[in-house]
């Protein structure tokens, strides 16, 4: 080859490869900076006064004086919307029977659309859910319910070729002319006085239990949840395939049953993590019985059986990739082939077994699929120790699938979505990050 076609060659390589590198940290950038910015809103974001209640009559924090003190402003600026309410109630009374039906239905749509936003009228009754008994938490929301105070959806089908069109409706036209005609200005210019919103920091995200399916609290047993899965998972796989690769690289002969027994462990690398799945409910609780239902055990057992093959194939070339005089010189010197095993190749081979056991924690904690009917629940408390051989276990996986897809109001609770997301993906950089530097450091310490 002529040294100006091979100059031209290696130019062209590098620049595919440079242009590779930069599409791929563009697509990162992409993908990744959405669940940074919004998961973070889970922690930091305007909370309102409901907040800062939320946080004083459930958990006990933050300064009861000054809270108090909110409260009381806050109330005050929300008395006149309730006395509007009170007359516009009395006009009512006065009004012929087929118009009042008409206002009373229109009424009680606005009082549902003002409780949302507000909480409770005062002197109602304190109702039994508790996204009920406070109003809008996050000022964002806020500002979307007041939208829902302020309109209401109707469909036009007047419009054949268009089919059906949603038309926002300004209530305010409803009540023209009554008591409840000054509310809706007096909403918009008042609402920050009625919800005093200001920058808050919930740290607790990460440690609070969640409450009324996930509209306030944290995420603690979906994290405490991912974690006993997976070093559940670990504690089944580590061992069982390190001794795999032992026997496939230090003791087992070259055969037709090797060579069939390897092809086996790479296809199964390749099956859908939701046949593990299903295999764990058949075979772990139908058929061994390990557990009566759903358990963090049967969901270790069947995230170990998904992660065995990688950790066996990363473990195998690993020791491989071991100089074979390490192992030359050990036997020349007495040693048997067990201790030339743990004492020369394992050591040597460790930076390789460790980059792959932490990226197989890395895929047990982010599957969702295998933990579907082993493991995983919506709901749940934090489990004890001693809890996880007979209860399941909500996790991170599992309850972002769940809050984006199956949640009866997922649209509110979308902070707590993304803020999973960005919990997951933070824990999966971490142990990738952890594979990067146990790898550099034991291999500098192998180097001496």
């Known amino acids: 080859m002529r040294l100006e076609t091979r100059k031209l060659l290696d130019r062209s390589f590098t620049a595919s490869g440079v242009l590779a590198i930069v599409l791929m940290t563009s697509a990162l950038v992409i993908l990744l900076a959405p669940m940074f910015i919004r998961g973070s809103g889970a922690i930091f974001f305007t909370g309102t006064v ?192 390190l001794i795999a690769a032992i026997y496939l690289t230090e003791y087992a002969p070259e055969n037709t049953f090797v060579s069939f027994l390897r092809t086996c462990i790479s296809t199964l690398a390749g099956v859908p993590s939701i046949v593990f799945g299903l295999f764990g409910l058949a075979f772990f609780i139908n058929t061994l019985g390990v557990s009566q239902s759903k358990s963090v055990l049967v969901g270790s057992m069947t995230l170990a059986l998904m992660i065995l093959p990688t950790v066996i194939r990363a473990s195998e070339e690993a020791i491989l990739a071991v100089p074979r005089t390490f192992k030359e010189a050990a036997l020349s010197l007495g040693a048997g082939r067990w201790h030339t095993v743990m004492t020369v190749i394992l050591p040597a081979a460790l930076p390789g077994i460790l980059t792959g056991i932490v990226i197989s924690m890395g895929r047990a904690a982010g599957e969702t699929a295998p933990i579907i009917f082993t493991a995983a629940v919506s709901v749940g408390k934090p489990l004890a120790l001693w809890q996880v051989f007979t209860h399941p276990t909500p996790a991170l996986s599992w309850n972002i699938y769940n809050l984006a897809t199956e949640h009866e109001a997922m649209d509110e609770i979308r902070h707590v979505q993304y803020g999973l997301v960005l919990v997951l993906v933070m824990l999966v950089l971490l142990l990738n990050l952890t594979a990067i530097l146990l790898r550099a450091r034991v291999a500098k310490r192998l180097r001496g």
């Not at 059906?164 to 209530?171: D, G, I, L, T």
């Open 50 to 241: 409901e907040h800062r209640r939320l946080m004083m009559e459930k958990f006990e924090r933050g300064n009861r004086p000054t809270i108090e003190a909110e409260i009381a402003s806050a109330r005050a600026a929300r008395e006149p919307v309730y006395r509007m309410m009170a007359e516009f109630e009395k006009q009512l009374e006065a009004m012929p029977a087929t118009e009042r039906r008409k206002m009373t239905t229109q009424l009680k749509e606005l009082k549902k659309a003002l409780r949302s936003l507000l909480g409770p009228a005062p002197g109602e009754i304190r109702p039994m859910l508790m996204r009920d008994q406070f109003g809008q938490t996050r000022w964002d929301r806020a500002q979307v319910k007041l939208g829902r105070v302020m309109f209401r959806e109707e469909w036009d089908y007047s419009h054949p070729e268009r089919g059906s069109v949603k038309v926002m409706k300004p209530r305010a036209d409803d009540f023209a002319g009554t008591a409840l005609a000054p509310l809706f200005p007096y909403l918009s210019a008042n609402l920050d006085k009625m919800l005093l919103p200001a920058k808050t920091v919930y740290w607790q995200f990460l440690t609070d239990e969640s409450f009324d399916s996930h509209f306030f609290g944290g995420i603690w047993p979906e994290l405490l949840g991912t974690f006993y899965l997976t070093v559940g998972a670990m504690l089944f796989a580590i061992p069982m395939g």
